[in-house]
Every structure is written in C-alpha cells, then in structure tokens.
Nanobody, 122 residues
Framework: VQLASGGGLVQAGGSLRLSCTAS????????MGWFRQAPGREREFVVG????????YSADSVKGRFTISRDNAKNTVYLQMNSLKPEDTAVYYC?????????????????WGQGTLVTVSS
C-alpha cells in the first residue's frame, strides 16, 4: 500500500513537496517513480529513482525544477517541485517497480499510490 500526500493549490513559481510512504518491509527492493495525469491526457512519467537512490532521471519538462529523493529507513519517496507552472497541474502518482532501476513506462510499474492533486494557478 502506498499513500501519497502533499498536493494542494499553489501559485505559479511556487513550490510543493510530495511524499509517498509505503507499507511493508521491502521498500528498498523497489525503484520508485512519480507520474502525473492531467485531465484528458495520458499518464506521463515525471521522475524516477533507483532502489539505492544513487541514480535519478527526470523528464525534460521538469528537469532542473523537480527533484526526487528517497529515505529507505522511512519507506518514503519525495518529490520536490520548484518553479511550478500551470502546466504542472495534474494528479501525481507514485509508483514502485520491482527492479533496481526505474522505468519511464507506466505499464512497467508494479504498484501505484492513490494519487494526490496538484493545482498551479497562473
């Protein structure tokens, strides 16, 4: 079970931090990612992190603005979002993949969080 939190309403240029906490004892066995889905659009990859935390990858649309990190001791992955834009408005989902490295393909995720809404006003 994964619970995502931290979403909300923010003005353009602002920041938010999302977190996703997983239950169970095998969190460190999973690479983690964040995806988002805007109304009328397909779910898209945002950022990913390897299970050790040593490797991260970001989509071009968020590179330099969003950062993913994880704390395996707390079974939690974070998404720090800075310089938010109205086009970042979406429901954000955390995802877990039973592999050392993340995947940008949503179909390769093994587990999904329930999603948290981020709204960026202009």
């Amino acid at each position: 079970v994964q619970l995502a939190s931290g979403g909300g309403l923010v003005q353009a240029g602002g920041s938010l931090r999302l977190s996703c906490t997983a239950s169970g004892r095998t969190f460190s066995s999973y690479s983690m990612g964040w995806f988002r889905q805007a109304p009328g659009r397909e779910r898209e990859f945002v950022v990913g992190i390897s299970r050790s935390g040593g490797s991260q990858y970001s989509a071009d649309s968020v590179k330099g603005r969003f950062t993913i990190s994880r704390d395996n001791a707390k079974n939690t992955v974070y998404l720090q979002m800075n310089s938010l834009k109205p086009e970042d408005t979406a429901v954000y989902y955390c995802a877990a993949r039973g592999s050392p490295f993340y995947s940008a393909y949503a179909r390769e995720a093994d587990y999904w969080g329930q999603g948290t809404l981020v709204t960026v006003s202009s």
